[in-house]
Structure formats: structure tokens, C-alpha cells
T-cell receptor, first 111, second 114 residues
């Protein structure tokens, strides 16, 4: 079956880099996503990567995909207090449009 | 450019009461979803509608019903609320073949059943 797993918590100092990790089990996953949820708000799409890519960079965000190990990571450079949130990874398959979400990683940025 | 709008934002129900959570999207998306979010459980899919006129069960459908009223609106009904249904409920929508665009989420309904 489908399963997406993330670590529960990450603490990082302001200005440092954050790395959030995610593993998934379904090798047919086509798109992999990172969503951000700020307190009291819905989920907001941060970035995505297609399964035939190894890396995608978007300003302070770098997504790395190791398809062989089914491992996805999100690196946030120069982490700011506004980056404190819950980050969810998610995957979907080519044939459909349902997303499977991980349990979320709570990131706390300390000044 | 409202995106996905959910009402109400907050609700307190007594056990056994019924209510309907409303969701509307203005992006002409074909597919809509209802999720619940509980601490430590991530997001769990309750029901989804791949297109207007169709609905399907997700991971945790028991105790809920849905109606895809038209392309814009997808409602979630609790017929007899239970304390186990205390949660934050999110509606989302996507294009028929979401691909890179993923989902657009509403801001959530915080429901407490006492």
C-alpha cells in the first residue's frame, strides 16, 4: 500500500539551513510535493518535483529526490522565523490525482 | 481570486447533533476532497469527488456523507456527531489531472463535539 513517512519535529537556529526528510513506499509515484501549514491556516503548496528529476531549486528551497531509495528532502537555506510551520510531503501517481500525505514535520526556528 | 472557501470556520456541536460543512471553489477545478487533520495523524482523506456527479470514499468515511452539489460546491455532512469527530476539516480542489499543480486547500473548519 501507499505510505509516506516524515520525522515529527525539527528545531533549527535562525540563519541556519533546515533539511526536512520524507520517505515513500510506492515506486509509481510521479509527482512529489512539499506543502507548508502555518498555525491556524490551510496547507499551501511550496514546491513539487517530477519523478524523473533529481533536484529542483526555487529561491531558498532545494528539493532532492533519490528515486532508488524513495527518499525526498526539502532544504531551506537561511531559515527565518517565518519558516516556523508544519511541512507535509505528498505523492501522487500519473494515472490519478489523489495525493497521499505524510504526517507532517513541525519546524521550530529559534532566534 | 478566493480559491477554496470553507464555512463555518469554527463550530461546537453536542453529541448527536448534525451539521453540514460547506466548501466552494472558484477555480473551475474538476476534483474536490475532504480531509480531517488530527494531532499526530497528519491528513486523512474522508471522501473525494473526482468530477461533478461522482463521489467516492476515502480512508475514513464512517460517520460522514458528502454531496457534490455542482462543479463549485462539495459539502460534508455529519448526521450524528460524536466526540471522535472533533478535528480540523479541510476541503481541497484540483484540476482533473492535478499533476504539478497539486491541491488548493481551504483554511479549515475547526469542529469540537462535546
Amino acid at each position: 500500500g501507499e505510505d509516506v513517512e516524515q520525522s515529527l519535529f525539527l528545531s533549527v537556529r535562525e540563519g541556519d539551513s533546515s533539511v526536512i526528510n520524507c520517505t515513500y513506499t510506492d515506486s509509481s509515484s510521479t509527482y512529489l510535493y512539499w506543502y507548508k501549514q502555518e498555525p491556524g491556516a490551510g496547507l499551501q503548496l511550496l514546491t513539487y518535483i517530477f519523478s524523473n528529476m533529481d533536484m529542483k531549486q526555487d529561491q531558498r528551497l532545494t528539493v532532492l529526490l533519490n528515486k532508488k531509495d524513495k527518499h525526498l528532502s526539502l532544504r531551506i537555506a537561511d531559515t527565518q522565523t517565518g519558516d516556523s510551520a508544519i511541512y507535509f510531503c505528498a505523492e501522487s501517481k500519473a494515472a490519478g490525482n489523489k495525493l497521499t500525505f505524510g504526517g507532517g514535520t513541525r519546524v521550530l526556528v529559534k532566534p | 481570486n478566493a480559491g477554496v472557501t470553507q464555512t463555518p470556520k469554527f463550530q461546537v456541536l453536542k453529541t448527536g447533533q448534525s451539521m453540514t460543512l460547506q466548501c466552494a471553489q472558484d477555480m473551475n477545478h474538476n476534483s474536490m476532497y475532504w480531509y480531517r487533520q488530527d494531532p499526530g495523524m497528519g491528513l486523512r482523506l474522508i471522501y473525494y469527488s473526482a468530477s461533478e456527479g461522482t463521489t467516492d470514499k476515502g480512508e475514513v468515511p464512517n460517520g460522514y456523507n458528502v454531496s457534490r452539489l455542482n462543479k463549485r460546491e462539495f459539502s460534508l455532512r455529519l448526521e450524528s456527531a460524536a466526540p471522535s469527530q472533533t478535528s480540523v476539516y479541510f476541503c481541497a480542489s484540483s484540476e482533473a489531472y492535478g499533476g504539478a499543480r497539486g491541491y488548493t486547500f481551504g483554511s479549515g473548519t475547526r469542529l469540537t463535539v462535546v
